[in-house]
């Protein structure tokens, strides 16, 4: 599902009372004030839903398979996402 497919079915769920721009509008508030939440606390929990959690991965070597030259994959910060065992998913 992309963007505008979530914007449409928000849009569904609140049965047309605001327009598809208008929820394209709170989708991507609702993005930069989660960003900022992880850049600040590095964890966000939706009570009984889901979590996002700031990850920092290691630094690592790795070898190019062409030219076998060694590599090495500097750390990087991702963002792990779990859902709660108790939301149903069909």
């Not at 030219?67 to 090495?72: G, N, P, V, W």
Request: proline share 3%; net charge positive.
């Amino acid at each position: 599902m992309n963007k505008s497919q979530l914007a449409e079915l928000y849009r569904r769920e609140t049965d047309g009372e605001i327009s598809k721009l208008k929820a394209l509008k709170e989708i991507d508030d609702f993005m930069e004030t989660l960003n900022e939440a992880l850049m600040t606390d590095g964890k966000v929990k939706f009570h009984e839903k889901a979590t996002f959690e700031v990850l920092e991965r290691k630094p690592r070597v790795i070898s190019n398979p062409a030219t076998r030259e060694r590599l090495e994959i500097y750390p990087k910060k991702t963002v792990k996402f779990k859902l709660s065992k108790i939301v149903k998913v069909d």
